[in-house]
């Protein structure tokens, strides 16, 4: 059975007092409940928080993931962290290709798929994020769209380091606005994701990717979307800066 995948993007929030707040509130939270076993909890902080945030706690509670990486090996990149640097420090998963890097910093697809290969070469899982902006939903493009992103960001590789991938559906319009995508919306694409994986690899691997939603995901409304057969947890950011919304987020499987 595929894994519930909960992970909280903290982006570029908190000091690292207030990150070390948050981090002993989840696990305060983390001991008053208890979690479906099949679900694994994620915390992704800003880079220089990765080594506080590790010290916490064991895998048993939760994994560490970075938010970024870079697309390089090593060398002269000035204010960039290798997969290499991550392994190093067990990190567990990374972001990867997330709508604020692509329209901010300009990561295409391709930087997309150099990033996942060099994290793969490391054994880190990215979480590799995908969604339509506005207007190409409002076009009706948003199939195009992530059919391109999955394909040109991840169908270069073999079906057995694509069984290290997990991949996080965030419409664009929906991130960060209060604007949830609806229960049938996300699981229309997320079906979709999952039957351009069946295509490529064939039926075994798409069962076993876990597929997130991620947008506006909160505890009030997480329950209905996690409902959904092909959505498998959720990318969560600004409700991961709070501990028991994060954790109501967790707990809603
Ligand atoms: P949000 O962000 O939950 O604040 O909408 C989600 C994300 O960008 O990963």
Not at 52 to 69: E, I, P, R, T
Not at 80 to 90: G, I, N, P, T, Y
Request: proline residues 3%; negative net charge; glycine residues 10%.
């Amino acid at each position: 059975m595929r894994k519930h995948i909960v992970a909280g993007n903290w982006k570029m929030n908190k000091t690292f007092q207030e990150a070390d707040d948050l981090v002993s509130g989840i696990m305060d939270e983390m001991e008053k409940t208890t979690l479906d076993s099949n679900t694994q909890v994620v915390i992704c902080p800003p880079f220089p928080y990765l080594e506080m945030v590790s010290d916490y706690g064991d895998d048993s509670y939760f994994m560490v993931g970075a938010q970024n990486v870079s697309d390089q090996e090593s060398g002269a990149y000035t204010g960039e962290v290798s997969a290499a640097m991550l392994e190093s420090m067990d990190i567990d998963y990374c972001i990867v290709g997330h709508s604020e890097r692509r329209a901010y910093y300009h990561e295409t697809d391709e930087i997309v798929a150099r990033k996942v290969d060099q994290l793969l070469k490391y054994g880190i899982k990215p979480i590799v994020c995908c969604g339509e902006v506005l207007e190409e939903r409002e076009a009706g493009r948003q199939f195009d769209v992530v059919k391109r992103q999955i394909t040109d960001g991840l169908f270069h590789l073999t079906a057995e380091q694509f069984g290290e991938v997990v991949i996080a559906y965030e419409p664009v319009w929906a991130i960060g606005t209060g604007k949830t995508a609806t229960p049938e919306q996300a699981q229309e694409i997320h079906a979709f994701i999952r039957g351009l994986i069946v295509e490529k690899y064939g039926k075994e691997v798409a069962d076993e990717t876990s597929i997130l939603y991620g947008g506006s995901c909160k505890p009030g409304n997480a329950k209905e979307l996690f409902a959904n057969p092909d959505v498998d947890g959720g990318l969560i950011g600004g409700a991961s800066l709070k501990a028991e919304d994060f954790m109501g987020i967790a707990t809603a499987f």
